[in-house]
């Protein structure tokens, strides 16, 4: 953690009262920006908060799986707390989302995830990640759009889970939705970290002083 960040919770100060989205405003309980280390080297998005998540107001918490999430960066070293932690004690991983508000019936579509954009990408630049986990085959398709030279239709979350794909500045290591995972996919996610990612040396050369 940044010996200067005084808070895990939305640590860069975001719009907590957004109203850019009108659909989602009258539904939502909280706006969930991200929560993590603002050092981190690891960036996990999702596509939106879960009902949990919301509740809580920290992304990938509670059911639906972000206790699941929870419990892989755990076995990881990265979460310090129990998996079911409302506000999890986390060192060197972020976790944010395309989107920052949760509609109770549908997924967001395009205007909304558009107008988020400028959230995440300000995350992204501040916190200046080494690995960034897509979660769900629209990050991955979001993010591919941004950050490499494959057409995002040419990406396949069942085909690209816990696999590394090389980006523009950094790595994205895809994982599938925490829901849709099987025990032995979980595994393979943390198993590929730890002896692909971890035991090696990610960073990329960007002038980043190594922490």
């Known amino acids: 953690m940044d010996a200067n960040q005084q808070k895990f919770r939305n640590p860069f100060g975001m719009d907590e009262a ?18 993590g ?9 999702g596509t939106r908060p879960t009902a949990a998540a919301e509740a809580n107001g920290v992304p990938f918490t509670g059911a639906d799986g972000g206790e699941v ?7 990881l070293g990265f979460v310090r707390s129990p998996s079911d932690a409302t506000e999890p ?9 395309l989107t ?3 509609h109770p019936d549908r997924e967001p579509n395009d205007r909304e995830v558009d107008t ?16 960034i986990v897509p979660v769900g085959e629209r990050p991955l ?3 591919a759009v941004e950050y490499t030279t494959r057409r995002p239709d040419s990406f396949d979350i069942e085909a690209e ?18 829901t849709e995972m099987s025990d032995d996919e979980a595994d393979a996610f943390t198993t590929h970290l730890r002896q692909n990612v971890l035991s090696r040396d990610y960073r990329q050369t960007k002038g980043r002083q190594s922490r």
């Open 18 to 35: 957004c109203e850019n989205c009108p659909d989602l405003c009258g539904s939502r309980e909280h706006v969930v920006h991200g929560y």
């Open 37 to 45: 280390d603002v050092g981190a080297e690891f960036l996990v998005v």
């Open 69 to 75: 999430v929870q419990s892989i960066f755990a076995d």
């Open 89 to 97: 004690d986390v060192q060197n991983v972020f976790f944010t989302s």
């Open 100 to 102: 920052r508000c949760r």
């Open 116 to 131: 988020c954009e400028p959230f995440l990408n300000a995350e992204i630049r501040m916190i200046n990640p080494q690995i």
């Open 141 to 143: 398709r979001e993010l």
């Open 161 to 178: 889970h816990a696999t590394t794909i090389r980006g523009r500045g950094f790595e994205l290591v895809p994982m599938k939705e925490p």
